[in-house]
Nanobody, 121 residues
Framework: QVQLVEAGGGMVQAGGSLRLSCAVS????????MGWFRQAPGKAREFVAL????????MYSDSVKGRFTISRDNAQNTMYLQMNSLKTEDTAVYYC??????????????WGKGTLVTVSS
């Protein structure tokens, strides 16, 4: 099975930047869709970004497009979410997701425990 561990969350002022990491262990496949979701208190978990594990394709939600970048290291052991120009509305617990099945319903076979990102004004 696949295990995902997020890191890099914290508090940052609006307009600042933060980079999240997701350590990936276990067996993965190039056709897996890997990515990030987030959930604010009292709200549903929502899609943020994804990439094919092969690195061929990436996709972003409209709310983060142009500000966030998803990537992986050369060894394919770690996935990153570079977050720039952060807004207060980006405040949420961010979850690393593996083998994503459905974006709209936040369905994936593997999930990290989450890391909190707080953006202050």
């Amino acid at each position: 099975q696949v295990q995902l561990v997020e890191a890099g969350g914290g508090m940052v002022q609006a307009g600042g930047s933060l980079r999240l990491s997701c350590a990936v262990s276990g067996r993965t496949f190039s056709y897996y869709l890997m990515g990030w979701f987030r959930q604010a208190p009292g709200k549903a978990r929502e899609f943020v970004a994804l990439m094919s594990w092969s690195g061929a394709n990436t996709m972003y939600s409209d709310s983060v497009k142009g500000r966030f970048t998803i990537s992986r290291d050369n060894a394919q052991n770690t996935m990153y979410l570079q977050m720039n120009s952060l807004k207060t509305e980006d405040t949420a617990v961010y979850y690393c997701a593996g083998d994503i099945k459905t974006i709209a319903t936040a369905s994936a076979n593997y999930w990290g425990k989450g890391t909190l990102v707080t953006v202050s004004s």
